[in-house]
């Protein structure tokens, strides 16, 4: 039986293309990313005497800074992305009043404590968000 020789180029090709794809991989996940998503306002817990709530917009844009692919991760790539927010944790700070307005850096302030952790940066819109309760 005769011995097949190695093709030497075709498989030095072939290496030459799995460390080149490896490395491209090392440099795409490892740059930070900043990516904004439109989440949807749900409220609960509402403080006391008061049984509904409206909010003067329905969704606001966060925009997040993750690392490599982190950023398809659960909060990030679900598909209903909804932010739920407390309503007396939010309002406690403030009077009692029936009309509640916060701008986007208070509210940013509230989501990283009580929803999302450092990645979160900014909220992008609404500037300023507004609760009315009854």
């Known amino acids: 039986m005769p011995r097949q020789k190695l093709k030497l180029p075709p498989v030095a090709f072939l290496v030459c293309l799995v460390i ?22 749900v409220c609960y817990n509402l403080p006391e005497g008061k049984n509904s709530v409206t909010v003067s917009d329905t969704v606001m844009t966060l925009t997040f800074s993750q690392k490599g692919l982190k950023y398809l991760s659960a909060p990030f790539s679900r598909k209903d992305k909804a932010v739920y927010i407390s309503v007396s944790d939010l309002t406690k700070a403030k009077h009692k009043a029936s ?33 009315y309760l009854r």
């Open 20 to 41: 080149a794809a490896f490395a491209w991989c090392v440099v795409t996940f490892s740059k930070d990313y900043r990516v904004s998503y439109p989440y949807k306002i």
């Open 99 to 131: 009309v509640y307005s916060f701008s986007n850096k208070e509210m940013r302030d509230f989501l990283l404590h009580h929803n999302f952790g450092p990645e979160l940066v900014a909220v992008e819109e609404p500037e300023v968000l507004t609760f």
